[in-house]
């Protein structure tokens, strides 16, 4: 039985340079999230997938934040011109369905801009 | 729109000890669920329990035990005769019905819970 994962774990970049990150939801699991958290806070709502159609964004994803779920299996999350703002911890939920509300979360890919 | 308030930033307890960490919530829907999630040092969210806006019994699972008042807009959770392994970060979050088909959570900015041998 696996749980959701994440890949990096950990992601060192410097400003300017895109990044992407990827996450696989447990299977059968077909809401996909992804969060940002900021030292010394909770989870922010970024975006969410449901299969693969992006259903909904946060004001907090701006234009060069874009997300992707292509066959509604793993998620990518990539980040455009990085700075050092966007310097956090990206965590990635899944959750069963529409009818499901709790989320179950994979171990986080932490981003530093240098 | 919907808030989370844990007040407690940081607690230190003694190992046994019993403690409990406070959290508010604000939201205009009439259905929601309220959650705690544990982050221990190691970074990955692990979810505790789920109680919908229906539910008020209280709940308890082994050490832990949860406390849902309505009245006032909170959920608070108490560990029982705390131990070492339960230092970390607790989150309550809160996710809506009313306000379209996310779902997401919205998270307090958590409790850091510290216990001493």
């Known amino acids: 039985d696996t749980g959701v994962s994440q890949d990096p774990r950990h992601k060192i970049t410097k400003r300017g340079q895109n990044v992407t990150f990827r996450c696989d939801p447990i299977?059968?699991?077909?809401?996909l999230y992804w969060y940002r958290q900021t030292l010394g806070q909770g989870p922010e709502f970024l975006t969410y997938f449901q299969n693969e159609a992006q259903l909904e964004k946060s004001r907090l994803l701006s234009d060069r934040f874009s997300a992707e779920r292509p066959k509604g299996s793993f998620s990518t999350l990539e980040i455009q011109r990085t700075e050092q703002g966007d310097s956090a911890m990206y965590l990635c939920?899944?959750?069963?369905?529409?009818?499901?509300?709790?989320?179950?979360f994979g171990p986080g890919t932490r981003l530093t801009v240098t | 729109a919907q808030k989370v308030t844990q007040a407690q930033t940081e607690i230190s307890v003694v190992e046994k000890e019993d403690v409990t960490l406070d959290c508010v919530y604000e939201?205009?829907?009439?259905?929601?669920?309220l959650f705690w999630y544990k982050q221990p040092p190691s970074g990955e969210l692990v979810f505790l329990i789920r109680?919908?806006?229906?539910?008020?019994q209280n709940e308890i699972s082994g050490r832990y035990s949860w406390n849902f008042q309505k009245s006032t807009s909170s959920f608070n959770f108490t560990i029982t005769a705390s131990q070492v392994v339960d230092s970390a970060v607790y989150f309550c979050?809160?996710?809506?019905?009313?306000?379209?088909?996310?779902?997401?959570?919205?998270f307090g900015s958590g409790t850091q819970l510290t216990v001493l041998p």
């Open positions: 299977s059968e699991h077909n809401r």
């Open positions: 109680r919908n806006s229906f539910d008020e």
């Open positions: 979050a809160l996710s809506e019905t009313n306000s379209g088909s996310a779902r997401q959570l919205t």
């Open positions: 939920a899944s959750s069963l369905d529409y009818l499901t509300y709790e989320q179950y």
């Open positions: 939201t205009r829907d009439t259905t929601y669920y």
